[in-house]
């Protein structure tokens, strides 16, 4: 079975600070994708960030990028500068090659401070 | 280009009563896929569509179903409800099924059980 674990149920950083949110996988399954979402009050989940389980390169997306270390099953978000209005939970998710549902984590609550 | 979009933004039921939540995708897309959000939680997975074809089904009981259109868009039914069906359910879609299309979300239909 799938599962993906946020360890950090909430963060603090000042603004213009990187932060990174961890995420770590567990999957016997070599083909799946790992996917960054941000939700903010308002409840919509925002895609962020896509890796493939074959992706030799690290994603990055603008302000985003993801540590993907494949051997450990972890692909943390990174992202440089932050700003206020970066405040959201923070999902990580995984999609197993064949299956149809994200499985999500519990989320990591980001708080950046002026 | 209009995002996934959801109706209605809010609905408030009484316990016993049934419910049709509707959702419409991104133009071009041809899966969608339902989730429940529980307050507090990561979003978990209901069903999902492929070309008017159900192509997963989560952990739910069979007072939920699903159908999908030939324009692509979907509703979700639930029967019976119960309090513990309070929760903000969350509509994506995606260009296919599979674990490389990334899903996007629609901003939600918060369902409050009384």
């Known amino acids: 079975a799938q599962k993906i674990t946020q360890t950090q149920p909430g963060m603090f950083v000042q603004e213009k600070e990187a932060v990174t949110l961890d995420c770590t996988y567990d999957t016997s399954d070599p083909s799946y994708g790992l996917f960054w979402y941000k939700q903010p009050s308002s409840g919509e989940m925002i895609f962020l960030i896509y890796q493939g389980s074959y992706d030799q390169q690290n994603a990055t997306e603008g302000r985003y990028s993801l540590n993907f270390q494949k051997a450990r099953k972890s692909a943390n978000l990174v992202i440089s500068a932050s700003q206020l209005g970066d405040s959201a939970m923070y999902f990580c998710?995984?999609?197993?090659?064949?299956?149809?549902?994200?499985?999500f984590g519990q989320g990591t609550r980001l708080t950046i401070n002026p | 280009d209009a995002g996934v979009t959801q109706s209605p933004t809010h609905l408030i039921k009484t316990r016993g009563q049934q419910v049709t939540l509707r959702c419409s995708p991104i133009?071009?897309?041809?899966?969608v896929s339902w989730y429940q959000q529980v307050l507090g939680q990561g979003p978990q997975f209901i069903f999902q569509?492929?070309?008017?074809?159900?192509?997963g089904r989560g952990n739910f009981p069979d007072r939920f179903s699903a159908r999908q259109f030939p324009n692509y868009s979907s509703e979700l039914n639930v029967n019976a409800l119960l309090l513990g069906d309070s929760a903000l359910y969350l509509c994506?879609?995606?260009?296919?099924?599979?674990?490389?299309?990334?899903?996007?979300f629609g901003p939600g239909t918060r369902l409050t059980v009384l």
């Open positions: 998710a995984m999609i197993l090659w064949g299956a149809q549902k994200l499985v």
């Open positions: 569509y492929y070309e008017k074809e159900e192509r």
């Open positions: 133009s071009g897309h041809k899966s």
């Open positions: 994506a879609s995606s260009l296919a099924s599979g674990y490389t299309d990334t899903q996007y």
